[in-house]
């Protein structure tokens, strides 16, 4: 197995910690195992601030916290070539951020808010493939650091329409 496949498992791996028993991400897992299993390595790869830009399903760990994991969505928008990231964890936690493309890495500062107590904290995400992502992050609190899996939201999936609905072969 070579080092490409062998990222590819670890994120499948890690990512299937946070799905296994959550009864609605099982479907989720599906699709990343599909991932797994038809990516292919392109060595002309590589991310900018414009095609990190997107939806991703996120499974993660969370630090200092043996086996606690939660899953939830990030989307990654260019405003005023800047990167903003909005995170929706477990459906209810909101968090907000900023950041910048840089040695093919995305990284992000975030914040967010619980009980009127505030946190910061950065992620560093690695792009695999255009659609299957490695982030590590931690925060001020954080003694060890924790794991992102993110899987990037297809068109369908989003419910935007596709290109081929409006052109014909004609």
Known sequence: MNAFHQTLKHWYDKSKLGL??????????????????????????SI????????YEIVGGNPDIKDSYYTGLLNID?????????????????????????????????NYSVENEYFNGIVAYSFI??????GKWTEE?????AFEMCRKLTADELGEPNQEDYFSAN
Not at 28 to 37: H, I, Y
Not at 129 to 134: F, G, L, Q, S, Y
Not at 141 to 145: F, G, S, T, V
């Open 141 to 145: 609190i954080a003694i060890e650091n």
């Open 20 to 45: 296994v028993g959550r009864e609605l991400k099982e479907q989720e897992l599906f699709k990343r195992k599909e991932l797994l299993e038809h990516a292919e390595y392109n060595p002309d790869f």
């Open 129 to 134: 493939t255009p659609d299957v992502v490695i």
């Open 48 to 55: 900018n601030m414009i095609n990190v830009c997107g939806v």
């Open 78 to 110: 260019l405003i005023s070539n800047q990167i903003e990231a909005n995170w929706l964890i477990e459906g209810e936690q909101q968090q907000t951020g900023y950041g910048f493309v840089f040695n093919n890495t995305l990284v992000i500062s975030f």
